[in-house]
Every structure is written in C-alpha cells, then in structure tokens.
C-alpha cells in the first residue's frame, strides 16, 4: 500500500459525530471539527433532555461526551499535535484529516514531531521534502537533529539539486513520484507507543496539502516500515545516502 493509498484509507474511515439536543450548538462543533475526519449531524432524543454527542463509525458506537462539556474546553491552536483538547471524544480520532493546508502550515505541524524527537532524543525521524531544493533551506534544523547521538534522521526527497554536503543525517535522492508529491515526517518514538506520531500529506494542488496526523501506532509504524522497505538499502552505513 502506497503513502497515497494509506491517506485514502483513512479518508475512507470518516466517523459520524451526532449532536442530540444542541441545534444551537451545531455550527460551532462543526466549526471546531472541520480539519478532522468526522461528520457532525443534529438528532433529537425523545427519551433525553440532556445535551450531548455520541461519536460512531459504521454505526458502532464509540464514545459520548455532554455538549457543554466539550465546548467549555479551549481550542489548540491549528495546526497542533499538542495534547487532545476534547476527550473522550478526540481520543477515538487516531487519524485526523486535513485539507488545503499550505505550505506554511505544513512546516509548522512538522516542527510539532521534529520537537518531540529532539527532546527525547533517540529512535528514528523519517521526513519527507519532496525535493533536494526544499530540504536545503531545513538544512540547519536537521542538521542539529541529525547530530543528536542516538537519533537516527532519514530525509528523502527528488534530486533536483545536489545531495547536501553533511554528515549528520541521511540523504536519499529518490526519483519517485511518490515522494515528490508527498511530505512527511514520522517518528518512532524511541520504540515507545506512547512516543510514535506522523504527519503525512500529498499535494494534490500547487502548494495545497490534504492529508492527515496520527498518534496511532500501527500507523505510524506503517508509514516507518513503507518508507525503510521501499528506500533503503540494508547496508546503509554513511549519513550521506
């Protein structure tokens, strides 16, 4: 399966989030989850006055939170990775879409997993910059990742430029159409589910980003093991590709 078919999938997997007793209410959750891969309805329960959501997928029950409860929490700032802002709704939502990021939203979601990996300082960051040109003007911050003892830091992307001149990171030039359309950033976190996330979106339109983050582990252990079996050699051994 393709880093494509993987944001497919999880597009597919869209989860419904019922608002029962709260019209009034509806437009701001919505509001709230437009960037997540959930579609907010309005019901009315008869046998209930108490207002509040019921989250589902193929119409398994998931999770149920009061309405109040959930809009008294404060919003993160977008893009974010930082800790779920609603539970226990957003603790289901291992997958959170997003569309029409730009660029600049882009790099200030990586920084989120690029921080993570730094603080904790081993394991494997995968990151993808769809070209060599592009990964030029990140040089320094991976450079400094790269030069963590124990962190292991993979960069792949087109070769529309020379390979960096380095020795803290590895380089793989790739002429794949796969990574010249996607970017990534996926951490391993040191071999610790609770540490694992990814960021992972293709551009399907001139600087224009769909795709989603994920603290799941099995995902993120996917995108980890797609990217190793498909661009890396078993004797890599130089931080230059």
Same mark, same amino acid.
């Given at each position: 399966?393709?880093l494509?078919e993987?944001?497919e999938?999880?597009?597919?997997a869209?989860?419904t989030?019922v608002?029962?007793?709260?019209e009034?209410?509806v437009e701001?959750?919505r509001?709230r989850?437009?960037?997540r891969n959930?579609?907010?309805?309005s019901?009315?329960a ?7 959501l019921v ?5 398994e ?9 959930l ?5 993160t ?8 802002p =609603?539970r226990?709704i957003?603790s ?9 990021y730009? &660029?600049?939203?882009? !790099? +200030?979601a990586?920084?989120?997993i ?8 081993r394991?494997?960051?995968?990151? &993808?910059f ?6 030029e003007t990140q ?7 790269g030069?963590?003892e ?5 960069? =792949? +992307?087109?070769p ?7 020795? #803290?990171?590895?380089?793989?030039p790739e ?6 359309r996607s970017?990534?950033? #996926? =951490?391993? &976190?040191?071999? !610790?589910?609770?540490?694992k996330c990814?960021?992972?979106a293709?551009?399907?339109e ?8 994920? =603290? ?7 995108v980890?093991?797609?990217l190793?079996?498909?661009?890396l ?7 230059d &590709?």
């Open positions: 399966m393709s494509s993987l944001i999938g999880v597009e597919a869209e989860k989030l608002v029962y007793n709260a009034d209410a701001e959750i509001e989850f437009a960037d959930v579609a907010v309805e019901a009315d008869a046998t209930r006055r108490e207002r509040f989250l589902s997928h193929d119409g029950f998931l999770d149920a939170i009061g309405v109040d409860a809009l008294e929490e404060p919003e700032e977008r893009p974010g990775f930082g800790a779920e =609603y226990p957003l289901r939502l291992d997958e959170t879409m997003f569309t029409s730009d &660029g600049r939203q882009m !790099l +200030a990586s920084r989120e690029e921080d993570r990996a730094w603080r904790i300082g394991g494997e960051l995968h990151a &993808g769809q070209r060599l040109s592009t990964l040089l320094e911050v991976y450079t400094r990742l030069e963590r124990t962190l292991t830091v993979h960069a =792949y +992307a087109v529309d430029a020379p390979v960096p001149e380095q020795d #803290a990171f590895f380089v793989h002429r794949s159409e796969e990574i010249e970017w990534f950033v #996926a =951490y391993d &976190g040191a071999g !610790l589910n609770e540490n990814a960021l992972l293709e551009e399907r001139p600087n224009s980003f769909y795709g989603f983050w994920t =603290y799941d582990p099995d995902t993120v252990d996917y980890i093991d797609h190793s079996s498909s661009y050699q078993p004797d890599v051994s130089s931080a &590709g």
